[in-house]
């Protein structure tokens, strides 16, 4: 048995990195046409077991014990109705989980009024203490950094202790699809470490499925967003037409024009201008000494937000974008609240994707912004080819993005509505669609603990194997979020990283999982080999391995682990239950 499993090496790392007809026997056509899906909302290819294996596969973060009979049982179109509907779900394990979170009770302010930055408490310490900073100045330094790292593992333990616990799994599927798109890095300064809870938990997750235009304004003014791309910092360039404290135009000035007006009125014993004061000229040439006009969210609003790198704007609608959303800005930067301010504002004439701006507006500049870019077509095509890639498959057909574009546009960019003609449609229950996403490391870590019945993990520990399996949580550095597709998640690193977490659950090593902690373990313990690897098949891949899979499960020995330096679990039931997480059926969704 053990050479016939060796000799297959090659066969189970293409099942793993490649298709998955080559685990069933079969092996793909290289250059075939892909079959032409019959249209029609009644056709579905999968039987009514195979649609509720697969609804819960994808619109999960992977089966808990029974799910998949209960939704069976339920019907898997009701189910999926329920699911589109998290208003109807009570959640209250959640709620009682996150009860003691403070970061998810409290508002940012109140955060860093209580654990302040180090470079607050430094200036409170050189104020209050001089250059030599006391005992206790040492002992509140070291309470705070104790607290700052409390912050982040709430916020990291949270999001997997939520897609653990909660019933509302689609929504949460959908939370965790609008992160990514709507990407926020962690590390990008200690401000985030008190916003990402309410960026969360008040601007994604209660939007998650509603009205883009909704979800894209919240993103908008949210302080993390604000923060994460500069946009705070963003303010009308020089000789740029502004508005004074009160939203009226003033003329505009370069720094050497304003303050050679001020000096010439002040010695000639004249006053200002109409509609100028001396504080209005006076902001301008302190404003001009700080940063002007920063571009990054205005590109990444179009490139990444909306219409997509494809979408067909230009750099001037880059600039334009940005130039109308100036004055977006924070109450007490570089933590706190959205405000508008108008004397940041540029308050001159814009062009953006052909419509026109009038001169002399505020806030409704980046208002009508939103407004031009959440509903134009391109929008409508991106975000529906996204969530059917992130759905249905790695290459969605074009013809189900286009029926989802016409349904974000038809029904004014409502999430819900377009998720629906997704997750109901015949290319989602298709046979081709079935296992053919590869996991990311936060799904690979979540569908193991539901898979084995685990109780959530307030440490950090637990949010560090995801980031071991290369996906740490908030931290992705760059605003194009984490790859959707299964070529970047791949390789022969990953695959074995994977395999060792398998192990990792094997020998009880993953904070509240165990690896016989699953309904119908205790009955197996003893069973014999073939009954065992029987019952871990049908609990953990829902009843369907390839031959490879069950000649690993029988054997004890992933041969692509040979190499691995991780402690052997141990042997039996364990064993085989850790070589089903590391197989390729349990790492495709």
């Not at 009125?265 to 004061?277: E, F, I």
């Not at 003609?421 to 290319?427: A, F, G, L, N, R």
């Amino acid at each position: 048995m053990m050479h016939r499993v060796l000799n297959r090496r090659t066969l189970l790392a293409a099942c793993v990195a490649g298709t998955l007809s080559a685990c069933r026997g079969g092996s793909p056509t290289p250059g075939a046409a892909p079959s032409r899906m019959p249209t029609g909302a009644a056709y579905r290819e999968l039987t009514a077991d195979q649609q509720a294996i697969h609804a819960v596969s994808r619109l999960t973060f992977g089966a808990r014990p029974g799910q998949i009979e209960q939704v069976r049982a339920q019907g898997v179109d009701r189910w999926i109705d329920d699911q589109l509907h998290p208003e109807r779900i009570d959640d209250a394990a959640v709620t009682a989980f996150f009860a003691s979170y403070e970061s998810y009770h409290s508002s940012a302010d109140a955060l860093d009024e209580k654990y302040p930055r180090p470079a607050t408490l430094f200036a409170q310490i050189a104020k209050n203490s001089g250059t030599v900073p006391t005992k206790a100045d040492s002992m509140r330094v070291r309470d705070l950094q104790v607290a700052q790292r409390r912050l982040v593992t709430e916020l990291q333990s949270g999001r997997v202790a939520r897609a653990l616990l909660t019933e509302r799994q689609l929504n949460e599927v959908m939370t965790d699809f609008w992160l990514n798109h709507f990407s926020v890095y962690v590390q990008k300064g200690q401000p985030e470490h008190y916003m990402l809870a309410s960026y969360e938990n008040d601007v994604i997750r209660p939007n998650a499925l509603g009205k883009f235009r909704t979800l894209l304004g919240a993103v908008a003014k949210s302080p993390a967003m604000l923060f994460y791309l500069d946009n705070w910092e963003s303010q009308v360039d020089s000789a740029r037409p502004r508005l004074n404290a009160q939203g009226r135009p003033i003329p505009s000035f370069t720094p050497a024009q304003a303050q050679r007006l001020v000096d010439q009125r002040q010695r000639a014993g004249l006053p200002m201008p109409a509609g100028v004061t001396t504080q209005n000229v006076q902001q301008v040439v302190t404003a001009q000494r700080r940063r002007g006009l920063n571009e990054n969210y205005g590109r990444e609003l179009l490139e990444l937000h909306t219409l997509g790198v494809d979408g067909g704007y230009t750099q001037d609608d880059v600039i334009n974008a940005a130039r109308a959303l100036t004055g977006w800005t924070l109450v007490k930067p570089p933590v706190s609240e959205f405000t508008f301010r108008p004397q940041l504002h540029d308050a001159g004439e814009k062009v953006l994707l052909g419509h026109r701006l009038a001169a002399g507006r505020g806030l409704e500049d980046g208002e009508e912004v939103l407004d031009i870019v959440a509903r134009h077509p391109a929008t409508a095509h991106y975000i529906a080819f996204k969530l059917a890639r992130r759905f249905v498959s790695d290459t969605p057909s074009t013809d189900l993005v286009n029926r989802a574009a016409e349904t974000f546009t038809r029904t004014d960019g409502d999430i819900r509505e377009v998720l629906r003609t997704i997750i109901t449609s015949p290319e989602f229950f298709a046979r081709s669609a079935t296992r053919t996403k590869v996991k990311t490391p936060f799904e690979v870590v979540v569908s193991t603990l539901r898979a084995v019945n685990a109780q959530p993990d307030s440490t950090p520990r637990t949010a560090a194997q995801v980031a071991f399996l290369g996906q740490p949580i908030y931290g992705h550095q760059t605003p194009n979020g984490w790859p959707e597709t299964a070529d970047q998640w791949m390789n022969t690193g990953s695959i074995l990283n994977r395999i060792n977490f398998g192990v990792a659950v094997a020998a009880n090593r993953v904070p509240g999982a165990s690896a016989l902690g699953w309904p119908g373990a205790d009955a197996l313990k003893n069973a014999p080999l073939e009954q065992q690897v029987d019952g871990v098949i049908r609990a953990f891949l829902a009843g369907d391995a390839s031959t490879v899979t069950r000649a690993v499960l029988t054997s004890g020995e992933n041969p692509l682990a040979k190499h691995s330096t991780m402690m052997a679990p141990p042997k039996g039931l364990p064993q085989i239950v850790g070589l089903a997480i590391g197989s390729p059926e349990f790492q495709r969704r």
